[in-house]
């Protein structure tokens, strides 16, 4: 396994917003307790992504070539930010709650998973959705792991959280991720604004 230089484990100055979030959340009880992903069978264990095990993940994604995985990954500094940004705001958020696991199999990360836009509202069911994303690693993407890896997932938020539909959303141009989604379940919906984007609905069963 690569070693990461350890000046990319350092912390990192934190952008204005984040410096003022952190201020105004730091004695806050976190609104959102999001739970323990348990494990898989195929020795598939997850861990909540925290500044401990971010590590794990700038490894499988830093030198990653691929268009469509998260430029903030590639980056030790952009990482940090994105940690910070869910222990400041994903947990405190009454409209934007969020959490990410990391993905492993047998100790080693081949992945993380995203789910994001929980909410307190209850119009419109908005307390009863959310959104998810992935990211898989090269060796792994494309294969038939991450299929049954992400539906597992899918089905932990709708008991967990007792959600009556999970969101996705994806580049128009990522043919892949769409097929992905449509093999998962997903169906496309319509009507919303963001043109660059492509919208899929799962409404649980």
Known sequence: MKKIHSSKLKPYPLPGYLQSGMEHNIRKAPLWNFPDLPDMEEDISFERLTFENRYDMLEIFEADKDQWVDERFKDAEKLYHYVANLMIY??????????????????????????????????????????????????????????????????FLFEQFDLLFVLAKVQAENTRSCRFLEKLGFHRKEGYLDVSCLFYEWHRS
């Open 90 to 155: 994903g947990l405190h958020s009454p409209k934007h709650g969020s959490c990410d696991w990391l993905v492993y199999q047998a100790q080693k990360c081949i992945g993380v998973l995203h789910a994001f836009e929980f909410s307190r509202e209850d119009y419109d069911d908005l307390n009863r959705q959310c959104f998810v994303g992935y990211a898989f690693s090269s060796e792994v993407r494309g294969k038939d792991l991450a299929l049954p890896i992400v539906n597992y997932f899918i089905q």
